[in-house]
């Protein structure tokens, strides 16, 4: 199993940008897929974005345009880059690892976006 450590939340004015980062101990080459989810108040923890170990990618539609993920294996990290935040986008993200058929989760990081 990978640990999961996420950082970089924080509160931000709408239409700014923050980035979270979620670094991953262990064996990072055998982490197959690596996302971010995201939880409001009330809400289901909803999928935000993906990225295989191919480089390929899959976004949440509320947030395709706005929102990149990316991988760097040197760093055993991935990062989700958001830009042009809406107050809507403030949830707890998750980072989010399978590796050998097992889920892993981080504890989460808080993004609040004011309007």
């Known amino acids: 199993q990978v640990q999961l450590v996420e950082s970089g939340g924080g509160l931000v004015q709408a239409g700014g940008s923050l980035r979270l980062s979620c670094a991953a101990s262990?064996?990072?080459?055998?982490?197959?897929?690596m996302g971010w989810y995201r939880q409001a108040p009330g809400k289901l923890r909803e999928l935000v974005a993906l990225?295989?170990?191919?480089?390929?990618?899959n976004y949440a539609d509320s947030v395709k345009g706005r929102f990149t993920i990316s991988r760097d294996n040197a760093k055993n990290t991935v990062y989700l880059q958001m830009n042009s935040l809406k107050p809507e986008d403030t949830a707890v993200y998750y980072c989010?690892?399978?590796?050998?058929?097992?889920?892993?989760w981080g504890q989460g990081t808080q993004v609040t976006v004011s309007s």
């Open positions: 262990g064996s990072f080459f055998s982490v197959s897929v």
């Open positions: 990225i295989l170990t191919s480089g390929s990618t």
């Open positions: 989010y690892a399978v590796s050998r058929g097992h889920d892993s």
